[in-house]
Structure formats: C-alpha cells, structure tokens
C-alpha cells in the first residue's frame, strides 16, 4: 500500500462522528479491564445466568482460584488451555483463570466432533483442556489421552443458577470424574493468581480456529492488543448508557461473542446475560427479563425470533443497537425486522483474523443498498483501520469495482499458529487477504459480494450466491436461502437454491424458482430448488455451504 491509494484517504472518516473518529487508549488486556471494573464497581453484576448472579469481585476473585490452581498444576506461562464451553460462566471463569496464569486460551466450538476437537488440540499442543462432564465423559476423555493435554478441569452448567429452564439445561449432574479436577470448585477455593504473568498487548490471548467452512481450520494468534482494541472501538461508538446490558446471543467461543460482546462489555463495566445456548423462547423471555440494551447475533438467529409465535414488539424495546455478523444480512430481512420490531439491525464485517469486526454500521446511520446489485452495505471502516479492494494482481481497483477485499489495521492478527506459509500467503507484508469478494462506493461505504471460492461459474457467467440469496429471501415463505454450484454437463456448473420455510408457508421448488427468473438474469436463477425443514451451520449461525454442495454431489 502506497501514498497515493485511493483508500489510504479514508473517505469514511466524514460519515463518523468526533466521538467515534477518536483516537483510544485501550487497556493492555482484558485481565486488567477486569481489575478496573472491579476497582470502580466491585459489587455490580457481572454475569446474570438464568437466576444466578456474580459480581465483579466475585468473578475476579474466582478466577483467581482458577489461576492459582492452574499454575499449581505446572501450567507455565505461554502454554495453550482449550477451553470447550457453551455461554455459561464457567467459560468466563476458565478464560480470565488461564489469562492470569499467563495461558494462552483455544476456545472450541462445542459442536466439534472428537476427531476436529483431537485436530485442534494437537496443532495446539494444548497442555489443559476445560470442558462440560458430559463432554469429557461422552468423548473428550479418549480425545484428550490421544494429544499433548496433560490434565482436565471439568464444570456443570447446571452451577451458578437454580432456574433449571429445561428447554436448554436438558441434562443431569454427573458424578465429579476421577481423573478431572472440578472446575465449579477450585474457583470456590480461593487460591491466590501467579504473580508476575500478566499479559501484555503483544502477547497471544487466543489461538481462535475458523470455523472450516473451507479446508482444515488454522489457528489464528489474537493478541491481547487485538482484543482489546476491538473491545474498545465497541465502547466508544456504541453509545451505549452508562452500565449497559449486554445480552451474548453469539456464541463466546466464537471470536465476535468473545469481542463485541464478553470484551466490549466488561470493558463498559456492564452486566453480561448468559443463556447456556440459543434457544428462541428462552432468548426472548431473557431480554424481557433483564431489558439488554446491546446484543450481536447471526441473521440466522434473528429469523428465528421473528418467527417465534410468543415474539412482540416489547421484546426488543430495550435496545439501543442490534448489530449482525457472521453470516450474509439479507436486505429484506432487516426491513421486515424493523417493520415488525422496531430495531434497524445494523450489519457488520469481520473474520477471525482481524479480531472480529474491521467494519461495520455505526448508530445514527442507515446503511445504502447498492440499487445494482441490491447488496447491503456490511457497514464503514474504523478510524485506524484501511480497507481496500484489489484485483488479482494486487492492485486496486476504483470504487464501485468488485475485487478482493483486503485489511489493515490494529485488529489483524500477526498470523496463524505455526503455520508460516499459511501466513505468508494470507498476510503479506502485514495485510490480511479475506478471500471475501467486494467493493466500496466513493464514501466508503464497504459491500461484501460473497467468498471467492464461492463463485458460480455457469456456462462462463459468473453468479455470487448472495445475490440469488437475498432475492429468494424477499419471497414471503422463505425462513432461510442458501445457493450453491453443482455440476452440470452443459453448463459446467449451474445454480440451486436450499431453502427452509416460514412456520405455516408453503411454497413449491417450482414456484420458488419462478419467483427468481422473473428477478434474476436468465444464468442467475436456480434452475434446482430443495426445501429442507433447515440448513446447517455452524455454532455461529453461518450457514455452511460447503455442506450442502457435497450433500449434492453426493447424491
């Protein structure tokens, strides 16, 4: 990047406000955010989960406990804890346990399966390893004799609250396991942290694995500094009220639930609202209860609420923000949400690799809609943050024109863990190359096409997914919409769409395609519909793509 790009002016620095085109002093870490807001409001809730409640001191002090036993275990500084929990305080516990104790966390998506837990903990080389009795009762514990884990801590999530809300805590408590250590009770222990491993803004806070919608997943190294910048840009340009309340809709061990939710609000000394796992009902009936003024979620799981027969508009009036990552916005989506509910949900853009979002819609604005393309803008950059559009070669491209989206900024990780090829190639000279197909208006407003790799070439016309997706879920009857290129010995490739319906809809794959040839080029339309009862994703709410191409390809 040179001078004289194009982007390197920023055009987007005229759409923020002073307040959010401010420079930040982030803290180093989120392990010292804890002691400010212990410092400041001891006594304030921290994690409301169901019933139960813990303070700041008391999360404090109980990691601690954590810390303490962890180093007593030999744990040293810089070895890797994996951490495979759902949204329960025992993750918060373990996470900021393993940080004082100078670890570097590995959360795991609890949906992995043994042999993707075994690969992650062996790239790794995970010396502890913190999870659910019944996962290391079901499988974890044959997983883990196969890899570096050289012991267990294991919790219950039926600890720290008496509700029981048996939609989502659908299980008993397991005899504590004999070759575990009891998680729930060395926080209650009151062991004392090591002293001299606090972490700096250099140092590794998390080896986040993508979620591996392509190919193996590789370790991304977010730092500290990348975290906590991150946690700060969301503070400052929420403008949220003082002590806000956060409700994590994403998944914690996902990095947008760690940042823009458990790290954004600890960092505002707010009250973080745990619900184990998404479940629509129990969602709705929290935000009644406890009246969050912030939460982040896949569109997926907005879908999901708006069609849940008990939603109102009284379940969302609380709000200040709703933000949207992870997965494509559709444009229909949020007008039919806004019209229905109230909040304009704003959309953003991340990766893991740059410590969740680089850029996203900031309160006051609306994002455009492209009037060629009908794609929504993901939303602007940050201050300190230079996004650009490339082509093949590298170059950039004007504005308008689609071409690779590439980043730079305080958020980028370094690199992958280990894997200096793998750096190499997607980080040159410092600059993440997101593989994502976009481009930026004169403004800098920033619009994501779709993923390179998941281009349609159809008798050598291009089609991006997205485009087709958003026209189908402007259809009445659509819940979900998902396309993908399937071989086809005239066309090369041709189009299909995967779909699932609105409770009570009905629509035919015939009329669902012909509702798209009367919107779509003639190559564009699906010229394949499936109706499915659901689409599978990953814990994040990403609809997998990749899943249903080889489910095609399969049949």
């Known amino acids: 990047m040179t001078g004289s790009s194009r982007y390197a002016a920023k055009p987007w620095l005229g759409l923020l406000t002073d307040a959010q085109r401010a420079s930040v002093s982030p803290a180093d870490s989120l392990v010292h955010a804890l002691r400010r807001a212990v410092a400041d409001a001891p006594d304030r809730t921290f994690l409301a989960y169901f019933d139960g409640r813990l303070s700041y001191r008391e999360v404090d002090e109980r990691s601690d406990s954590v810390a303490g036993h962890l180093a007593a275990r030999g744990l040293e500084r810089g070895d890797r804890v994996a951490v495979l929990l759902q949204n329960s305080p025992h993750f918060v516990l373990a996470l900021f346990g393993a940080w004082k104790a100078g670890a570097v966390v590995v959360p795991v998506n609890p949906m992995y399966k043994s042999a993707e837990v075994a690969h992650v903990l062996r790239d790794a080389e995970a010396a502890a390893l913190i999870c659910s009795d019944r996962a290391w009762e079901s499988y974890l514990r044959a997983t883990a004799a196969d890899s570096p884990v050289r012991f267990a801590l294991t919790g219950c999530e039926l600890d720290f609250q008496t509700r029981q809300d048996a939609r989502v805590l659908t299980f008993e408590r397991l005899p504590q396991a004999p070759d575990a250590d009891d998680l729930t009770a060395v926080a209650g222990a009151g062991h004392k942290a090591p002293e001299g491993r606090d972490p700096g803004p250099a140092d590794i806070a998390l080896i986040s694995y993508t979620s591996g919608t392509s190919g193996t997943p590789k370790g991304a190294t977010n730092t500290h500094g990348n975290v906590m910048y991150n946690a700060e840009r969301q503070r400052t340009g929420l403008e949220l009220p003082e002590a806000p309340v956060y409700y994590a809709l994403a998944p914690l061990f996902h990095i947008t639930g760690m940042v823009c939710q458990l790290g954004a609000c600890l960092n505002s000394a707010g009250t973080l609202v745990l619900t184990y796992r998404f479940e629509a009902g129990v969602v709705l009936d929290a935000f009644a209860e406890h009246r969050p003024h912030y939460t982040v979620g896949p569109s997926t799981a907005f879908m999901a609420l708006a069609a849940h027969p008990s939603v109102t508009r009284d379940h969302f ?134 993923r390179k790799k998941d281009m349609i070439n159809a008798s050598g016309f291009k089609v991006w997914p997205r485009e087709v997706e958003d026209v189908l879920y402007t259809h009445p009857a659509v819940r979900e919409a998902a396309v993908v290129g399937v071989p086809d010995g005239y066309r090369g490739e041709t189009v299909k769409a995967c779909v699932s319906l609105r409770p009570g809809a009905e629509a035919d794959p015939g009329e669902l395609a012909d509702y798209c040839k009367e919107r779509l080029a003639a190559y564009k339309y699906p010229r394949l519909v499936e109706v499915l009862p659901d689409l599978p994703k990953t814990a994040s709410g990403k609809i997998l793509r990749r899943e249903l191409r080889s489910q095609t390809h399969d049949n």
């Open 317 to 450: 009036s609380s709000f200040r923000v709703i933000s949207s990552g992870g997965a494509p916005l559709p444009p229909a989506l949020v007008e039919k949400f806004r019209a229905g509910f109230g909040p304009y949900i704003r959309n953003g853009y991340g990766l893991t690799e740059c410590t969740a979002p680089c850029a996203s819609v900031p309160p006051g604005l609306v994002a455009p809609v492209d009037p060629a393309s009908g794609t929504l803008a993901v939303g602007l950059p940050g201050p300190d943050t230079v996004v650009r559009i490339v082509d093949d070669t590298g170059a950039e491209v004007p504005f308008g024109e689609q071409g690779e989206i590439v980043v730079r900024g305080p958020q980028v990780v370094p690199g992958y863990w280990r894997r200096p090829d793998a750096t190499a190639e997607t980080f040159p000279g410092g600059e993440l190359r997101t593989g994502d197909i976009g481009f930026m208006d004169p403004q800098g407003w920033l619009y994501v096409v779709d």
